[in-house]
């Protein structure tokens, strides 16, 4: 970061990511290569819970190039990105992101993981941002993980 053309780094390693991640077989179930551009644009919108301007939604079927179908790999990784880009998504999604950063910096595991082995306490920390606007400080995030048991326990605080 801040070292030379490091933003176009992030941008090729960026797409190079989401190139990689259309072709899972898991996101090709989702939204198959036979849906056309349009309905493949819309699912992406409808599964990420926004909605974007009519004209970012055209810019991202535009990647397609008139194509009759959505298999494409470059226009399905560019019209994802532009999705998950969004400032709506990127809202959306900030505060589940800042717990799940909380279960793997602090806890070195998934909020899946043995003990919970389910998302309740993951949700719980969620709803708990949620309820003070995104203010790690007032929710007392970080004081709440490093006096948890779990992590007193395991890394010897």
Known sequence: MG???WQQVLDANRLAFMN?????AEF???????DTPTQYVDKLYQHAH?????QERLDAIAYFGG?????????????????????DFQAREANRTFVQIEYFGYLRR????????????FNFWV???????GDFLQ???????????????????
């Open 3 to 5: 070292q030379g053309n």
């Open 20 to 24: 990689e991640f259309v072709t899972r």
């Open 28 to 34: 090709v179930a989702l939204y198959p290569t036979t």
């Open 50 to 54: 926004v909605t974007g301007t009519q």
């Open 67 to 87: 194509a009759a179908t959505a298999a494409d790999t470059g226009a399905r990784a560019r019209a994802l990105l532009r999705v998950t880009q969004s400032g």
């Open 110 to 121: 998934n909020p899946n993981d043995p003990p919970d082995n389910n998302f309740n306490g």
């Open 127 to 133: 709803n708990k941002m949620n309820q003070f606007n």
């Open 139 to 157: 929710a007392e995030m970080v004081k709440a993980f490093l006096a948890s048991l779990e992590y007193r326990s395991r890394f010897g605080q």
